[in-house]
Structure formats: structure tokens, C-alpha cells
């Protein structure tokens, strides 16, 4: 595709290189390793986070090797996707990094398993990312913390903000310890557990945009044989399209 091939795609013009990137997803063969590089480390970050994706369309190994390095929050958020207990010291030593705290968060929602829920229950208690970590452990198990009590709020203070409640998610946590603690590998979405990757579950339908795209990469990275025809089936149907012809 003309629009892969024009080297002025691959610049630091979000635009030409998002629209070059869709064209790989659909074009599989068109994205090569060098300009996936080129793109995954691009200083706008619509391009880097729509690079890891589509190299995973792509079939290439680049993507998990991108990954593993950590190196921005977009390719975290990947991470989480294809990582496991083995990756969790990354995260951990990144949500202290204000630059790569959010994408940390993101990716360990991604990743889904009983493991990171002590990790972001620790996010929660640090402003910054305190929203964002209690959205992922709603994501993750589906209960919600809601907001802590303060002495700030009774106090009238025009600045206050409620922090989520910490002490609620870990209690959350340690009740339903048996449930999660059956099989630490298992990734969980909105209190419900995942097949492991690539297979899709039954219920994709069912799962949130951010749930869907997280397993729709992670079968591609995992598997990069399986068609995206399958992929494209259950969003023609979701969106109720009706079958590819």
C-alpha cells in the first residue's frame, strides 16, 4: 500500500503514520520491522500506541520484544496483554516513574491476574494514579472501591478531592481470596475469568471495548497464524453487521 511505502508516513506527523499503521492492520506483509521501530518510539504517543498493535496484526516478533523493554507507558499497556507473573517487578518499579505510572496501571488491568490486584490496591494511595488504579481494579474483579472518608471533606475545603477507598479493595480482596487464589496464572475481567491466550472466550461480546482490543492483541502476539477474519467476525456482530460475505 502506497501509504506504507511513503517514507514521510513514518515522520513525526501523527496523522500520515496513524493512517499508515491502520493500513498494516489490514494489509498484513506491509509493516516492516524497521518503521514498526520507528514508530513505536515516536515522540507523539496516538502513533506509539497504535504501533504495538498493529505490528502484533502484523505477525511480527518485534512487538513483544518492544514490550519487555518498558521503555514508554504504551508499550506497558501492551505488556500487560502478553506479560505474566514474571513481568510484575516492571510494573511495580514503573508506577513510581511519574512518566510511565498510567500506562503501568493500564497494563496491569491487562493483565488481569489475582497478582496485580496488590499492586494497584499500593496505586491507590498515591495521588497521582489513585483514580486510574481504581478504575483497573474495577476492571480487573468488577467491585468497585468507591471513595474513602476524609477529615478533608468535613472540613468544607473547596479543594478536596475523594480518593478511592484502598481499604475497601483490600478487603474485597482478602474476602474473595479463595476465588483467586485457585489459579494465580488465571487474568480476570470485571470479576470474570479469562481463557488463557490466544483463545477468545465465549463471552467476548460481552466484554468491555478495552477488554475485547486487550485479548484481540494478545491472541495476535500469542499466535500470529490465527486469522484476523475470526477477529473481524465477532466485531461485524457486535456491531450488528451481520456475517462476512
Known amino acids: 500500500l502506497a501509504v506504507t511505502e ?56 518485534e512487538p513483544r520484544a518492544v514490550c519487555r523493554s518498558g521503555e514508554t507507558a504504551e508499550a506497558l499497556e501492551v505488556l500487560g496483554a502478553i506479560g505474566s507473573a514474571a513481568d510484575l517487578p516492571r510494573f511495580d518499579t514503573a508506577l513510581r516513574d511519574d512518566a510511565l505510572a498510567h ?20 496505586a491507590m494511595r498515591r495521588e497521582a494514579v489513585a483514580d486510574a488504579a481504581a478504575a483497573a481494579f474495577a476492571a480487573v474483579t468488577g467491585f468497585d472501591p468507591g471513595t474513602a472518608a476524609s477529615s478533608d471533606e468535613d472540613d468544607g475545603d473547596d479543594e478536596y478531592a475523594p480518593s478511592p477507598d484502598a481499604e475497601a479493595a483490600q478487603l474485597h480482596v482478602e474476602a474473595e481470596r479463595e476465588r483467586y487464589g ?16 490466544p483463545a477468545l472466550p465465549e463471552a467476548f461480546d460481552e466484554l468491555s471495548l478495552a477488554a475485547r482490543h486487550c485479548l484481540y492483541v494478545a491472541a495476535r502476539m ?24
Not at 513525526?12 to 514508530?39: E, K, N
Open 6 to 61: 511513503d517514507e514521510s508516513a513514518w515522520s513525526d506527523d501523527a496523522v500520515p503514520a496513524l493512517l499508515a499503521l491502520r493500513a498494516a492492520v489490514v494489509s498484513p506483509g506491509a509493516l516492516d520491522p524497521d518503521r514498526l521501530r520507528i514508530a513505536a518510539t515516536s515522540p507523539n504517543p496516538l502513533v506509539r500506541r497504535a504501533a504495538l498493535p498493529a505490528g502484533a496484526a502484523c505477525g511480527l516478533a
Open 222 to 245: 500469542t499466535d500470529a497464524s490465527q486469522p484476523l477474519r475470526d477477529l473481524e467476525a465477532r466485531a461485524r456482530r457486535q456491531l450488528g453487521l451481520g456475517p462476512l460475505s
Open 182 to 197: 485457585r489459579d494465580a496464572s488465571v487474568r480476570w475481567c470485571g470479576g470474570r475469568p479469562l481463557p488463557a491466550a
Open 103 to 122: 500506562g503501568a496501571v493500564a497494563g496491569l488491568a491487562a493483565l488481569g491476574s489475582a497478582e496485580v490486584l496488590p499492586l494497584l490496591i499500593e
